[in-house]
């Protein structure tokens, strides 16, 4: 019983840990640019997809890593400047984008569909094998995740407190106006933002690959996923994502083991719901 | 320095400046009085590049920036001091200041800058690590005047830097406002009403539903009957 | 007394449906096309009511539609209630949900009613399918077949004889679309939208913001649902895969192209729509591509809709030139006519 328990808990800690990356992505772009990415789910497949085709031509994994991070960066990009920016002149800038960011998650997925197929593709994992703890097993590819998770985690959030450009983005997610006046270009930070935003999803994909297979369909989990998170560690702070996505893995551990897969979807729900109700500003937020 | 030429700006469909007309010579203080809500925030807001003017013309040495955006005008050497002051709250003081030399220009002078707003705002540095939510009004108002300045500004245009303030803390802001000046910076001041205000500036102008209704000097408008009743009431 | 233009719409487009069995009550294909196009028609201009007018946005409106499709279906198999009752207690189970979501709505900011909306959506699915909603006789992952369908006295309503059903819809569209049409351009409805945008009334109007608010989510949600209840007892099979993306999308795609907030521009997203998914079947699972696609570049490059292309006074304002145009050239040619007749 209690080795299950704790079988349970690695479990949660391992996928928390990544859940925080793409937590944060989100909560990044919606404090800063107001926008709600309903794609993001699906940028997160694409990263698992690019791996896998990166993976199919014999790149090394940390191959796959580095060029993974610019075609994010791209695909960021460009959906901010092409999809989004046309809309924000317009004073229903709000329903459009959250319109359009949905037809593009529908198209994107609908589009995997066509050209993977429905069926789950796997990536290797970056180690096999297994330690021995205490008695407990835990897999080396496990710890690595972990290791990598938070080691992008601090990085990120050393990037947003120390230079110049992670305190323009903060700036801007604080007080648009003033961002403005003190001359930092609003728009060229909302697609900078958009394309790190990005990069974590897929980073996040290729960490969770493994484990979980990519494919179409599971694109609006981690959306709904990452945003619970978001909304539960309080938007636009990243600590409270780290926090929130940790807590809030194993809770999905716990109820995944305890009730089945089924239920762990409506636990998220569950989850939102009380947070909205209960304390709408979340754990660190400091609006609602 | 800056003249602005028949200014219309709307605010959805309400035209809140009427032809508006002004300029400002080089190390001027010119202070722009008029009753709340009658557009003189709008006016700033509109050189700064905050808002777009319908018509009319903005020209900064002769270089039309009328439809520039804030980021090339800040560049250019106008910094906007927002009455609403728009700091990033929760993002410390220093934090703050050092956004405040965010564009090209102002980077360089980052040091010289912060040295000097230190020297103007004592009580700045003795909260450096403090975030911008946790500050009293007036500390709030040194610190939005302090990130202006650190932009290396050659024209500031400042909008009600007094609003809220206690009467000795009035004066204090408008003799540092005076003393930013004296340092050569060409300056643009809105204010509601104060003698203060009338004393520190070399021009004045008055602005009445959007439009001008006055323009002079202190004498003038000392002597001139239509702005002490309009507005001194005296 | 001058009649607003989009009630002129509704009576055209009522009309010309109104005598389409006159030319197609032998082909059984296309009036099964229209009357399911008049109910995706009373969906979609039900959730533009809740998104384009009162503005919240809300991806509840499958769930809606399921839930009250569910709940009559149910109490017709398990409680041999009437499908015509079951219509209006599909509504009213779809509504009292509506409700229940759209209160605690109230206070967030758009992003969180779009995803908490859209995770009821979600989660309905595995709920239906779970033991829980297997046993509230949802039939779980199979679903539920053999639903009864519409009877008066002894006459019962088949899709063999496509007429009388295609009537039957068409009077909850109308019924449904006059609702609407009430809600939105009654003093209170045009009040709403004038006041709307402005920040400083809305912050003034507090309570009966909200208050009007959640009106509008009810109304919205119960014709859904009964509209919902009356598509299950019309094809008589009920499944969970309602609740797929397809049926999202196609909403989707006909509140962009007919207009946001623009009444009645989702019937005529609906009508034309309906008509591609048909025109598109043949594609079956690019399908969604081409939808996905169509929603990214409509509100791109056509966030007014058909509706704002036609009627806006800035820009093209097709329908005001041609109405120019034509005056222009009927005062000619009637000047013509004069000097003609004079002489």
Not at chain 1, 162 to 183: K, N
Not at chain 3, 107 to 128: Q, S
Not at chain 3, 317 to 332: C, E, T
């Amino acid at each position: 019983m209690l080795r299950d328990l704790i079988e349970v808990l690695i479990s949660g800690i391992t996928n928390g840990s990544v859940y925080a990356i793409m937590a944060a992505g989100m909560t990044l772009v919606y404090g800063v640019t107001r926008v709600f990415n309903f794609a993001y789910g699906s940028f997160f497949t694409l990263g698992g997809y690019f791996a896998w085709l990166f993976f199919g031509l014999k790149f090394n994994y940390l191959l796959v890593f580095v060029s993974i991070i610019p075609i994010m960066f791209l695909v960021g990009l460009s959906a901010e400047t092409f999809i989004i920016r046309p809309l924000r002149a317009r004073k229903d800038w709000e329903i459009l984008s959250v319109m359009v960011t949905l037809g593009l998650a529908l198209f994107l997925d609908n589009l995997y569909l066509v050209i993977f197929g429905p069926f789950v593709k796997s990536i290797p994992s970056l180690f096999e094998g297994y330690v021995k703890i205490q008695g407990f097993v835990i897999s080396i590819h496990d710890i690595a995740i972990v290791t990598i998770a938070i080691s992008i985690m601090v990085i990120l959030m050393l990037f947003l407190s120390r230079s110049r450009q992670g305190l323009a983005m903060r700036a801007v997610a604080q007080d648009m106006t003033g961002a403005e006046i003190v001359g930092i270009p609003k728009d060229r930070v909302f697609a900078y933002t958009f394309a790190l935003s990005a990069i974590l999803v897929g980073a996040g994909s290729m960490l969770l690959a493994p484990k979980y297979f990519v494919s179409p369909a599971g694109g609006f989990d981690i959306l709904v996923k990452s945003w619970v998170i978001t909304v539960f560690g309080g938007v636009g702070s990243i600590r409270g994502s780290l926090f929130a996505a940790f807590i809030l893995g194993i809770v999905e551990a716990i109820v995944g083991f305890t009730f089945g897969l089924t239920w762990t979807l409506i636990a998220w729900f569950v989850v939102l719901l009380f947070t909205l109700i209960v304390r709408p500003q979340g754990l660190f937020g400091t609006e609602a | 320095m800056l003249r602005v030429e028949k200014l219309d700006t709307f605010y959805e469909e309400f035209q809140v400046l009427r032809k508006v007309s002004i300029s400002i010579n080089e190390q001027e203080l010119v202070v722009l009085f008029g009753p709340n809500g009658h557009g003189k925030s709008t006016l700033l807001k509109t050189i700064c590049g905050l808002l777009t003017p319908v018509s009319g013309s903005i020209k900064y040495n002769d270089v039309e920036i009328t439809k520039l955006t804030t980021k090339n005008i800040v560049e250019m050497g106008i910094t906007y001091v927002a009455e609403e002051r728009n700091l990033f709250p929760q993002l410390t003081v220093l934090e703050n200041l050092k956004l405040g030399a965010y564009n090209v220009n102002a980077r360089q002078k980052e040091e010289e800058n912060l040295a000097y707003v230190f020297e103007l705002f004592p009580k700045l540095k003795d909260r450096t690590k403090q975030s911008a939510s946790t500050l009293s009004g007036g500390e709030a108002r040194m610190l939005a005047m302090g990130r202006g300045l650190m932009s290396n500004a050659e024209f500031l245009a400042i909008d009600e830097p007094s609003l809220g303030l206690a009467p000795n803390l009035r004066i204090e802001v408008l003799n540092q406002i005076s003393e930013i000046n004296q340092r050569g910076v060409s300056i643009l001041l809105v204010e509601q009403s104060s003698p203060k205000a009338l004393d520190i500036a070399d021009r004045i102008y008055l602005m009445e539903e959007g439009e001008i209704a006055f323009q002079g000097n202190k004498e003038e408008a000392l002597n001139g009957n239509y702005f002490k009743e309009a507005f001194l009431g005296m | 007394m001058k009649m607003r233009k989009e009630f002129i719409i509704l009576l055209i487009i009522s009309f010309f449906l109104g005598i389409a069995p006159i030319f197609f009550h032998g082909n059984l294909y296309i009036m099964n096309i229209l009357t399911i196009c008049m109910i995706w028609a009373v969906v979609a201009a039900s959730w533009d009511l809740i998104m384009g007018f009162a503005g919240i946005f809300s991806f509840g409106q499958v769930a809606f539609f399921v839930s009250g499709a569910y709940g009559s279906v149910i109490l017709a198999l398990n409680f041999g209630l009437s499908p015509w009752f079951g219509i209006l207690a599909g509504g009213a189970i779809a509504s009292v949900i509506g409700i229940l979501v759209c209160i605690p709505c109230l206070r967030l900011k758009g992003a969180y009613i779009a995803l908490a909306t859209f995770a009821i959506h979600m989660v309905l699915e595995p709920l239906i399918k779970s033991k829980l909603g297997i046993a509230l006789g949802t039939g779980g992952a199979l679903g539920l077949l053999g639903i009864p369908s519409l009877k008066i006295g002894g006459y019962v309503f088949s899709n063999m004889e496509p007429v009388p059903s295609f009537y039957a819809a068409m009077g909850i569209f109308l019924v449904s679309l006059l609702i609407i049409y009430k809600i939105i351009f009654s003093g209170w409805g045009l009040a709403f939208i004038a006041l709307r945008d402005s920040e400083v009334f809305a912050k003034s109007l507090g309570v009966n913001d909200y208050k009007y608010k959640l009106l509008v989510f009810g109304v919205s949600a119960f014709l859904t649902g009964s509209v919902g209840a009356f598509y299950a007892h019309y094809v008589q099979v009920l499944s969970s895969r309602m609740l797929s993306f397809d049926l999202f999308l196609t909403l989707m795609v006909m509140l962009v192209l007919g207009g946001i907030g623009r009444f009645p521009g989702a019937v005529i997203g609906a009508l034309i729509a309906t008509f591609f998914i048909e025109i598109l079947r043949p594609l079956e699972t690019y399908r969604g591509l081409v939808f996905g696609g169509t929603v990214v570049l409509l509100v791109i490059f056509m966030p007014q809709g058909i509706m704002g292309i036609l009627f806006q006074d800035r820009g093209l304002g097709l329908v005001k030139r041609i109405g120019r145009f034509a005056r222009q050239k009927i005062n000619w040619a009637s000047s013509i006519l004069l000097i003609f007749l004079r002489g």
